[in-house]
């Protein structure tokens, strides 16, 4: 398994330790990162419904990866599966909140 899917599995964790704390309300949640934590916000918030905004600066997404056409490489089929099913833009459809 992945080490992405670990890391959404804590994101997802973290979420569920704040809303068990008496101090945040659980009906606006969200999620906030940059980079690294930008590619896993596209995880967290498709899999997560109590995401209820989530902002993503600079995560990664090979869907919009450009520099094989420019330079006339062509994908392989396991790329294009890992695009269309575990890439984190992957998840996109799945967001329920502003992204």
Request: with cysteine; hydrophobic share 45%.
């Amino acid at each position: 398994m992945s080490g992405w899917f670990h890391w959404a599995l804590a994101g997802r964790r973290a979420l569920t330790l704040l809303a068990r704390n008496p101090a945040v309300d659980r009906n606006r949640l969200g999620i906030f990162g940059i980079s690294v934590g930008g590619t896993l916000c596209w995880l967290v918030a498709g899999a997560d419904a109590r995401v209820k905004t989530a902002i993503p600066i600079y995560g990664y997404g090979y869907n919009v990866d450009r520099r094989k056409a420019v330079f006339g490489l062509v994908r392989s089929d396991d790329q294009l599966i890992y695009q269309e099913a575990l890439a984190p833009e992957a998840y996109a459809p799945y967001i329920k909140c502003p992204a």
